[in-house]
């Protein structure tokens, strides 16, 4: 995908994230992300929205400390106000990422062809997950993603996300994950072992401990851990189930 494709992503799934937090009470439990409710979850994500802001817009070189997180971020709102400061958040990440020049230099923690391209599809991803969130908390399913949306970030999780060194998925002894779509061109190939997940990009028909065929936005929610395995019914499976229960376990994003 295309920085401006990302954008327009950003703008369109925050936009039904504050769609679905609207018709929701703030109260309302999260089922995806336990422990948390509504207005957490708008919290999180305008946070994340601001701290992404100060860091693209001012062409940071490092990550902002606590200090400056808390004084990128400004002090949270009330609960009466929470809606309104979130919309406002979202609007400024996507009108800076917009007018940021294509060679801005700031840090950034995934390959990418530039910082921009980074944050860009960073915070697409950020926001279409946490849209689902917000969706499965109002109780009424918002629209699929985008089939492009959904391989690009099964690609970022995949390639990007588990292959960092801080990251827990791991196994005593070699095991495969092939994730194929059935609607584009998106097969990966995970081996994973005592060190960082190895992942290769490929069609191969080799056999894998656990294959998971699906449609694109199905496979992007499972793997991002959004919906649970026996609700994926266009999803199929063959092979060592075992592996997706590590998946889950291991496999989680956490922001600290």
Known sequence: MEITEHIDALRHEGTRLAEAA????????????????????????????RWAT??????????????????????????????DWFREGHATLVDALGKAPADVECWSFLPAPSPLAFWARRQAHETAVHRHDADAAAGVPGPAVDTALALDGIDELVGGFMTRSRATLRSDRPRTLQVRATDGPG???????????????????????????????????????????EQTGAVESAGDRDLLDLWRDAAAIRWS
Not at 23 to 36: E, I, Q, S, Y
Not at 73 to 79: A, L, T
Not at 203 to 225: C, H, K, V
Request: with cysteine; glycine share 6%.
């Open 187 to 229: 097969s990966w190939r995970l081996t994973i072992t005592q060190e960082p997940p190895v992942v290769t990009i490929d069609a191969s028909t080799e056999p894998a401990d656990l294959t998971l065929t699906g449609p694109a936005r199905e496979l992007y929610l499972l793997l991002w851990n959004r919906l649970p395995a």
């Open 54 to 83: 100060a860091i693209a817009s001012r062409g940071l070189r490092a990550p902002l400390d606590e200090a400056g997180a808390e004084a990128a971020v400004g002090p949270m709102p009330s609960d009466a106000a929470l809606l």
């Open 22 to 49: 609207a018709r929701t009470d703030l109260t309302a439990p999260v089922p995806t992300c336990p422990d948390w409710q509504v207005g957490d979850l708008l919290r999180h994500v305008g946070y994340v929205h």
